[in-house]
């Protein structure tokens, strides 16, 4: 049984450029949370995704974007990006009525 | 909405002595209680939670976290710690109503030999 899996693992961009990351749930899971753990911090809620439609949302600006697709895996999209969106990304899955999320082991942003 | 405050950031401690990482949480409405471990350069690893029923809970490597209602609190304690169990810890909580999950800060857990 596949946990949760995300890619790519490590990625390094430039101020203004857009990235995209991928998350695929555990299996059996309908419902995909991302969060962003900055150097030194917890992970703060960016939004959650359920039946293909953005459901949560956290204090995060609009150029954070996401979508999930009918498999109920998803992407998460930052445009423009800034020197402080250098982060890990997690994301996470539960299945909904259930109280426990699963998390990947996250992508690695660096922004130069 | 709810917050967690982790009131310790760093905690070292000698290899089979004693540990209690302390959490304290707000909110509004009923919640469930996590501590998720993370190790260097991984994402983060469920240590145990507390949904309802008994306030005493425990994980399979020896941690437990007591609910404490009137106190607002789940600490994590471990009566013999190891130099495997130094890593980051968090605490979260999650309204019993939605998903959105708020975690504290982390506590940097540093068993010395």
């Known amino acids: 049984d596949a946990g949760v899996t995300q890619s790519p693992t490590h990625l390094i961009k430039t101020r203004g450029q857009q990235v995209t990351l991928r998350c695929s749930p555990k299996?059996?899971?309908?419902?995909v949370s991302w969060y962003q753990q900055a150097l030194g911090q917890g992970p703060q809620f960016i939004f959650q995704y359920y039946e293909e439609e953005e459901r949560q949302r956290g204090n995060f600006p609009d150029r954070f974007s996401g979508h999930q697709f009918p498999n109920y895996s998803s992407e998460l999209n930052v445009n423009a990006l800034l020197l402080g969106d250098s982060a890990l990304y997690l994301c996470?899955?539960?299945?909904?009525?259930?109280?426990?999320?699963?998390f990947g082991p996250g992508t690695r942003l660096l922004v130069l | 909405a709810q917050s967690v405050t982790q009131l310790d950031s760093q905690v070292p401690v000698f290899e089979e002595a004693p540990v209690e990482l302390r959490c304290n949480y707000s909110s509004s409405v009923s919640v469930y209680l996590f501590w998720y471990v993370q190790y260097p350069n991984q994402g983060l690893q469920l240590l145990l939670k507390y949904l309802s029923g008994s306030t005493l809970v425990e994980s399979i490597n020896g941690f437990e976290a007591e609910f404490n209602k009137s106190q607002t609190s789940f600490h994590l304690r471990k009566p013999s710690v190891h130099i495997s169990d130094t890593a980051e810890y968090f605490c979260a909580v999650s309204a019993r109503n939605n998903n959105d999950m708020r975690f504290g800060a982390g506590t940097r857990l540093t068993v010395k030999p």
């Open positions: 996470a899955s539960i299945r909904r009525e259930q109280e426990t999320q699963y």
């Open positions: 299996s059996g899971h309908d419902t």
